[in-house]
């Protein structure tokens, strides 16, 4: 189930009813807790939060003229995905995330390298999801990108 939407409030309006509460709150828990400076945007089909350009005009080394990811959330055909760069090129923030999920909730980790599936929607840890969103400011994933992905 793929959602084509221009704005994050069109991929709202088109996540499926039985997950919409979910995924809304979801959103409403990054929104409220990222750093400042990252930006909600759209982002390879995606509800994104990115460095914009004004903070790191390099962009995307994949493709400068976009924006430097750093979290996405899509409602996907089985699940809800969290996409969260930081997870993917710190390896003591992923530590820590492994070691603390389960502190939260009662199911398996179900995670590949940078996306975390979430099969039951209503067993989101979102408290351990606002304290992960927090831990990373735009000035922290631009230090780690250039060191992690950045080509020289």
Do not use: F, M
């Given at each position: 189930m793929k959602i084509e939407a221009?704005?994050?409030?069109?991929?709202?309006?088109?996540?499926?009813?039985?997950?919409?509460e979910f995924f809304e709150k979801l959103r409403d828990v990054i929104l409220e807790n990222l750093p400042e400076g990252f930006e909600e945007t759209m982002n390879y089909g995606m509800i994104g939060y990115v460095v914009p350009h004004s903070?790191?005009?390099?962009?995307?080394?994949?493709?400068?003229e976009l924006p430097l990811p750093f979290l996405n959330i899509a409602s996907q055909k089985n699940f809800i995905g969290f996409y969260h760069m930081g997870i993917y090129a710190d390896t003591d923030l992923l530590d820590w995330f492994v070691t603390e999920f389960p502190k939260h909730s009662k199911y398996k980790l179900d995670m590949g390298k940078s996306c975390i599936r979430f099969k039951k929607v209503d067993h989101i840890p979102y408290d351990l999801i606002a304290e992960l969103v927090r831990k990373i400011t735009p000035e922290d994933w631009i230090n780690t990108y250039d060191k992690s992905f950045s080509k020289k």
């Open positions: 221009a704005t994050p409030l069109e991929y709202l309006e088109q996540v499926p009813s039985d997950r919409k903070l790191y005009p390099k962009g995307y080394h994949c493709n400068p």
